[in-house]
């Protein structure tokens, strides 16, 4: 009988962790149709970079158009329901934390919400634009370019899916440093390594193998890590001044005048 007891609360979390994903689901899936309604101005929008250079786009095979528009819809259904997910991942875990860990772990969830639809929008309006005009026109007047729209959308999620996950980096870094997990000596000294490393990740996460494409992601990238600095350079300092501030309270308490 008592194990049986002690086996409730683990079905419960698996039932409840089964409910967060259903949900999860339903909402992208819902959200996706919905999106597909707006389909045509979505893909005009990101068609934006190729309409302004007057190139044409080309598709391939018969059903090509309404995959690739299904796959947009199901990539913006699961951005539009960013917001649902993450409540579904709060609300299965807020009850195990403690009052001031709830405080910090809705902070976290919604920072980290901000931070990779920011990453999504900076990749796209920032590096994305850009670089697609750059590398259009550096194929200079005698190379006509032959797109076509399933390789042109597949290269526009895989190339910003990776800037939604790079723009978490200040935040992770800011939690680990408030932990004492990392230091900003820590950061300075490799910074070598932070420049080989957001190279390496670039060529792995860019969808093309040309070096242009690579330097034009590792650049913010580089630039996120010395933000990442920054901030656990500053995280760093309070966590001392607090320290400082127990210590003399401390001192205080033990040694009353």
């Keep these: ?94 009850p195990a934390l403690k009052k001031n860990e709830r405080i910090a772990f809705t902070t976290f969830v919604l920072i980290s919400f901000l931070c990779f639809i920011g990453g999504v929008a900076f990749g796209f309006l920032g590096v994305f634009r850009y670089g697609v005009t750059f590398l259009l026109q550096f194929a200079g007047p005698t190379l006509a370019p032959m797109l076509t729209i399933d390789k042109y959308i597949s290269f526009t999620i895989s190339f910003l899916l990776p800037f939604g996950i790079i723009f978490e980096l200040p935040l992770i870094s800011y939690f680990l440093a408030r932990l004492e997990l990392i230091s900003y000596a820590f950061f300075a000294k490799n910074r ?22 690579c330097l034009i992601v590792s650049g913010p990238m580089y630039l996120l890590f010395e933000f990442s600095v920054l901030v656990v350079r500053i995280t760093e300092r309070r966590v001392a001044r607090r320290k400082k501030r127990k210590q003399m309270a401390e001192m205080a308490d033990a040694h009353p005048q």
């Design 192 to 213: 070598r390594y932070a420049i080989l490393a957001s190279v390496v990740i670039a060529a792995v996460i860019t969808p093309t193998p040309d070096i242009i494409t």
């Design 1 to 94: 009988m008592p194990k049986k007891t002690d086996e409730m609360p683990v079905m419960e979390h698996m039932e409840e962790l089964r409910r967060v994903f259903i949900v999860s689901i339903i909402a992208t899936i819902a959200l996706a149709i919905v999106a597909y309604f707006f389909i045509d101005q979505i893909l005009a929008f990101l068609m934006e970079p190729l309409t302004r250079l007057e190139q044409k786009v080309s598709f391939l095979g018969v059903t090509e158009p309404i995959f690739v528009k299904l796959k947009l819809s199901f990539f913006t259904g699961f951005l539009a329901a960013l917001p649902i997910i993450l409540w579904q991942i709060w609300s299965f875990v807020v």
